[in-house]
């Protein structure tokens, strides 16, 4: 199973980001890939391809994270174009960042290696499809510099997830698996 632990975003958040999917999807051409909103999160962390034993493990260590809730906003657009995708913005915030190095933590507990780079957390709105990411995106990027969006939501986080994920030809279904609380005093 393809497994990652992520933050869902508030029903207020998702409204806001619907709207921002909706002003631009239908103009945006046939190579763009949109996210279902219903799978719009924060990544924490992506394991990846991982059997029962590791699952269980992963399970085992993020029930002992202990982490305060997660005053978390979200603003602006942007664009990975090397990766070919459509984001939105969520800023670093200490609590944020805390929770994302408890998880790494405790996930090299069951073998995983934390990426090297740096966190740069958003929510994945649209992809290119195929390899031509930059191209792909272009029509996009002029669209959403025209509109000069001033996307802004707020919510907090109660709590973080394991998600596993199905991949297929009309993009990623995301299951939650576990859910663990995040707490008012850690």
Request: charged share 25%; glycine share 8%; proline share 6%.
């Amino acid at each position: 199973m393809r497994l990652f632990i992520g933050i869902a975003l508030g029903q207020e958040a998702a409204k806001a980001l619907a709207c921002v999917r909706e002003q631009f999807e239908a103009g945006s051409g046939a190579d763009l890939r949109w996210s279902a909103p219903e799978g719009w999160h924060v990544t924490q962390q992506f394991l990846g391809s991982v059997d029962e034993e590791r699952a269980s493990c992963v399970v085992e260590k993020l029930r002992a994270v202990r982490a305060a809730r997660i005053p978390m906003r979200i603003e602006g657009l942007g664009f990975f174009e090397r990766a070919g995708v459509f984001w939105a913005g969520v800023p670093l915030t200490p609590e944020l960042l805390a929770l994302q190095q408890f998880v790494t933590a405790a996930m090299r507990n069951c073998g995983f290696v934390p990426e090297t780079r740096p966190y740069n957390p958003h929510i994945t709105l649209a992809r290119a499809k195929g390899r031509n990411g930059a191209k792909a995106l272009a029509p996009l990027q002029n669209a959403v510099q025209r509109a000069k969006i001033d996307l802004c939501a707020e919510f907090t986080a109660n709590e973080f997830l394991l998600y596993e994920s199905f991949p297929g030809p009309e993009g990623s279904k995301y299951e939650v698996k576990e859910r663990f609380l995040l707490i008012a005093d850690p």
